[in-house]
């Protein structure tokens, strides 16, 4: 083979391995119930069974960096202030639908003390994803571009 056809077909590999990953993270993206999720219904199921912790106006508990005599720490803010917009939305949702110590204990961490209660009981894949679109509609467009980028980062790490 000449130089150029040996460039050619290395060219032609590399486009169709990137139409490969494109084309997974576009399908993954349009049945991705995070794109399709209600922020109106979220608001209401927030108030509904977060607010009482997590405060009305995402401001979360006082002095939430600090833990408390028995180790469990306060619910932080989901406001731009706290760290939720620092995570993905797969250990976003897991932790929802978990609880901290269910969560925990899927990444191999065992006996982790939690105030944060689990709610796969009690809410639906669907209503979480709701009230995630609500929190991230409250977050400024940078920290909401940064949020997605983890989100791309846990997509392209499970592959
Ligand atoms: C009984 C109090 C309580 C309730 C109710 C509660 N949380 Fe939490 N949550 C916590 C605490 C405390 C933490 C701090 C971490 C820990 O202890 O695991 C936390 C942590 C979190 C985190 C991870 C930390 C982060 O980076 O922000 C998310 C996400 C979260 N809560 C979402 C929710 C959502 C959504 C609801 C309602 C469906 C909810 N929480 C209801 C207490 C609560």
């Given at each position: 083979?000449?130089?150029?056809?040996?460039?050619?077909?290395?060219?032609?590999?590399?486009?169709?391995?990137?139409?490969?990953?494109?084309?997974?993270?576009?399908?993954?993206?349009?049945?991705?119930?995070?794109?399709?999720?209600?922020?109106?219904?979220?608001?209401?199921?927030?108030?509904?069974?977060?607010?009482?912790?997590?405060?009305?106006?995402?401001?979360?508990?006082?002095?939430?960096?600090?833990?408390?005599p028995?180790?469990?720490?306060p619910?932080?803010?989901?406001?731009?202030?706290?760290?939720t917009?620092?995570?993905g939305?797969?250990?976003?949702?897991?932790?929802?639908?978990?609880?901290?110590?269910?969560?925990?204990?899927?990444?191999?961490?065992?006996?982790?003390?939690?105030?944060m209660?689990?709610?796969?009981?009690?809410l639906t894949?669907?209503?979480?994803?709701?009230?995630?679109?609500?929190?991230?509609?409250?977050?400024?467009?940078?920290?909401?571009?940064?949020?997605?980028?983890?989100?791309?980062?846990?997509?392209?790490?499970?592959?």
């Amino acid at each position: 083979m000449s130089r150029a056809r040996v460039l050619l077909a290395a060219v032609a590999v590399v486009s169709v391995a990137a139409l490969a990953v494109g084309w997974r993270l576009s399908s993954a993206r349009a049945g991705d119930p995070a794109v399709s999720a209600d922020p109106v219904r979220g608001q209401a199921l927030y108030a509904a069974n977060c607010a009482a912790c997590h405060g009305a106006n995402l401001e979360g508990q006082p002095d939430w960096r600090t833990a408390g005599p028995d180790g469990i720490l306060p619910a932080p803010p989901h406001d731009k202030t706290g760290h939720t917009w620092h995570h993905g939305d797969a250990l976003l949702f897991g932790y929802i639908k978990l609880g901290g110590a269910g969560s925990m204990r899927e990444m191999g961490v065992d006996n982790f003390k939690s105030g944060m209660p689990g709610f796969g009981e009690s809410l639906t894949d669907g209503d979480i994803w709701d009230i995630l679109a609500y929190l991230k509609s409250t977050w400024p467009e940078d920290a909401r571009q940064y949020q997605a980028e983890r989100t791309r980062d846990e997509q392209l790490q499970g592959e």
